[in-house]
Antibody
Framework: QLQLQESGPGLVKPSETLSLTCTVS??????????WGWIRQPPGKGLEWIGS???????YNNPSLKSRVTTSLDTSKNQFSLKLTSATAADTAVYYC??????????WGQGVLVTVSS | DIQMTQSPSSLSASVGDRVTITCQAS??????LNWYQQKPGKAPKLLIY???NLERGVPSRFSGSGSGTDFTFTISSLQPEDIGTYYC??????????FGQGTKVEI
């Protein structure tokens, strides 16, 4: 079974770039069976899809985040990453990496809290 | 964006009760609708996919129905371990994928 683990700084200063990595075990990110994605949840609030990436490098992002989001793959480490530029307090959230199956977010990492504050 | 509206926002029920949550989409999403359970402090977990299909390993007391814009999620006999927040999510061919605001279930 696929397992995911997020890692990255828990504190980011405003205007800086939020960077997270997801390490995948139990399967290969080069698999054509899945997309790999990111979802976030502000404290006490609901869920927001950020974006997804396929093994080919093709990406789909939430238009609300416009050009601030970059997702990428590192096949040598079996990892995928998220970069969110120009961070503000509104980006404070628990960030989850997910396996995107044919029709659903099949597996989730445990999540990592990122706080944007000076 | 397709807006997903869940009702109620929260509910309190007794063990053994039948619990029903509704989810309405702002436009037709066919059967492209999933349900997730989030227990306190944990990541969400997929329970129902494609509106009515039970994910492997999920107890049969959970079920889903509907298509188009109106969907229903049911717990046939509420158990203590079912407390948490439930979310619907659409994946129609219109980005972004969106979630309902959640329904908190308490006992």
């Amino acid at each position: 079974q696929l397992q995911l683990q997020e890692s990255g700084p828990g504190l980011v200063k405003p205007s800086e770039t939020l960077s997270l990595t997801c390490t995948v075990s139990g399967g290969s990110i080069s698999s054509s069976s899945y997309y790999w994605g990111w979802i976030r949840q502000p404290p006490g609030k609901g869920l927001e899809w950020i974006g997804s990436i396929y093994y080919t490098g093709r990406t789909y992002n939430n238009p609300s985040l416009k050009s601030r989001v970059t997702t990428s793959l590192d096949t040598s480490k079996n990892q995928f990453s998220l970069k969110l530029t120009s961070a503000t307090a509104a980006d404070t959230a628990v960030y989850y990496c997910v396996v995107v199956g044919a029709t659903a977010f099949d597996y989730w990492g445990q999540g990592v809290l990122v706080t944007v504050s000076s | 964006d397709i807006q997903m509206t869940q009702s109620p926002s929260s509910l309190s029920a007794s063990v053994g009760d039948r619990v029903t949550i509704t989810c309405q989409a702002s436009q037709d999403v066919s059967n492209n609708l999933n349900w997730y359970q989030q227990k306190p402090g944990k990541a969400p977990k997929l329970l129902i996919y494609d509106a009515s299909n039970l994910e492997r390993g999920v107890p049969s007391r959970f079920s889903g129905s509907g298509s188009g814009t109106d969907f229903t999620f049911t717990i046939s006999s509420l158990q203590p371990e079912d407390i948490g927040t439930y979310y619907c999510q659409q994946y129609a061919n219109v980005l972004p994928y969106t979630f309902g605001q959640g329904t908190k279930v308490e006992i």
